[in-house]
Every structure is written in structure tokens, then in C-alpha cells.
């Protein structure tokens, strides 16, 4: 069973990039497909991109052309490159690990393993 801890959250200015890392132990890393999603104060978790095993993605329209996800299999770590910055992206960011199911849904349900989350703040 995978355990998941993410980190790089900090306060940016509109325009301006972070990069989230997602350390995973416990498990064999490189047999899940894993995503980066968020949740806003008031709102459901949407999913922002995911990653296969065979670095297949997907993303979410709103972060397309600004957000990367990528992953290193061999340092077991999920990395989400954000940049151009928006208020609006403005949330706690969760890691998700999946299996045997949708690796391309952006769907939480479609993701068995969670980590704690970072927070993210976008000033305007």
C-alpha cells in the first residue's frame, strides 16, 4: 500500500511558478498511475492531471499550457510544475494514487490513496 507526502505549497503573485513534489513509499511506484488534484474552500476536489505508468497524460482545461505533471520512477516522486499562476488556482493540492482503474480520469473516485495535501496561494 503506497503512502503519499507532498511539499513545495508556499504564496506566489499572479504570474509566478511553483513546483509541488509527491514522495511515495510503500509500494511499487511504478505500477500506479497518479494525479495531482485540489479543492477549494466551498468547492468539490477536481482533478488537475494525471500521469500513467508510461508517462501518458491528461490534464484539466484550465491548467492546460500552464501546468506540467511529470514523474520519476526512479526517486519515486510526482512532480506538478506550475506556472502563469492564476487567484483562481488557489487551493490545497492533493497527490493521488491509482490502480486498475481509470488512469486518465480526473475523477477522485478513480484514485484508492491520498496524501495529506499543500496549500497553494495565488496573490493578485
Known amino acids: 500500500q503506497v503512502q503519499l507526502v507532498e511539499s513545495g505549497g508556499g504564496s506566489v503573485q499572479a504570474g509566478g511558478s511553483l513546483r509541488l513534489s509527491c514522495a511515495a513509499s510503500g509500494g511499487t511506484y511504478s505500477a500506479y498511475y497518479m494525479g495531482w488534484f485540489r479543492q477549494a474552500p466551498g468547492k468539490e476536489r477536481e482533478g488537475v492531471a494525471t500521469i500513467a505508468s508510461d508517462r501518458s497524460t491528461t490534464y484539466a482545461d484550465s491548467v492546460k499550457g500552464r501546468f506540467t505533471i511529470s514523474r520519476d520512477n526512479a526517486k519515486n516522486t510526482l512532480y506538478l510544475e506550475m506556472n502563469s499562476l492564476k487567484p483562481e488556482d488557489t487551493a490545497m493540492y492533493y497527490c493521488?494514487?491509482?490502480?486498475?482503474?481509470?488512469?486518465?480520469?480526473?475523477?477522485?473516485?478513480?484514485?484508492?490513496?491520498w496524501g495529506q495535501g499543500t496549500q497553494v496561494t495565488v496573490s493578485s
Open positions: 493521488a494514487a491509482g490502480r486498475f482503474r481509470k488512469w486518465w480520469s480526473l475523477v477522485p473516485t478513480d484514485f484508492g490513496y
